[in-house]
T-cell receptor, first 116, second 117 residues
């Protein structure tokens, strides 16, 4: 809900501009990554995923880049719209984490604010 | 929304009372998860289930128990609620039929906001 956005880094962009949201992940052995979008008062919504054998994957208006050398993920949103305003966070799937059941570790997130 | 509902959506309770949150899914997913979300923290795993009667602890399981007596329902119980358990609780499922470390995304329910006074 609203409290999720408190104390988070904020990215403010103009409508129509491109947005880049960054995430540093923790485990160099992680082999699967997901970006989620969370609007105020709602549950996280899956945006796009990428496996560790790829360094780029594109969706509709979104692109995820993976740099395993520095354990870094980024989410690029093209032509950002007011409806993109939300908290965005990444998740990683380290092997053998929590019983190897595909459990995820989540980042704290970045709040994206789109100015009309 | 992957057919996930949570109930109740909001609850206010007093310290020391038991509380049970329900997660219901309609798509026969094997894996289900309970998370809590607090300011300053990412989503943290409380418990998860990999089948009927098969559950295991997550990162922050102290003070919580779970049960899964049928595929569609995953219950989270706070035996004696404390103020530190005030949080937003999310249930999730893992899609697909893959096994260990399968590359399947998790989908989340709408959340339950719990306040313990």
């Amino acid at each position: 809900g609203e409290s999720v956005g408190l104390h988070l880094p904020t990215l403010s962009v103009q409508e129509g501009d491109n947005s880049i949201i960054n995430c540093a992940y923790s485990n160099s052995a992680s082999d699967y990554f997901i970006w989620y979008k969370q609007e105020s008062g709602k549950g996280p919504q899956f945006i796009i995923d990428i496996r560790s054998n790829m360094d780029k994957r594109q969706g509709q208006r979104v692109t995820v880049l993976l740099n395993k050398t520095v354990k870094h993920l980024s989410l690029q949103i093209a032509a950002t719209q007011p409806g993109d305003s939300a908290v965005y966070f990444c998740a990683e799937n380290p092997p053998n984490y929590g019983g190897s059941q595909g459990n995820l570790i989540f980042g704290k997130g970045t709040k994206l604010s789109v100015k009309p | 929304d992957a057919g996930i509902t949570q109930s109740p959506r909001h609850k206010v309770t007093e310290t020391g009372t038991p509380v049970t949150l329900r997660c219901h899914q309609t798509e026969n997913h094997r894996y289900m998860y309970w998370y809590r979300q607090d300011p300053g923290h990412g989503l943290r795993l409380i418990h998860y289930s990999y089948g009927v009667k098969d559950t295991d602890k997550g990162e922050v399981s102290d003070g919580y128990s779970v049960s899964r007596s049928k595929t569609e329902d995953f219950l989270l119980t706070l035996e004696s609620a404390t103020s530190s358990q005030t949080s937003v609780y999310f249930c999730a499922i893992k899609s697909g039929t893959g096994g260990l470390n399968s590359y399947n995304e998790q989908f989340f329910g709408p959340g339950t906001r719990l306040t313990v006074l």
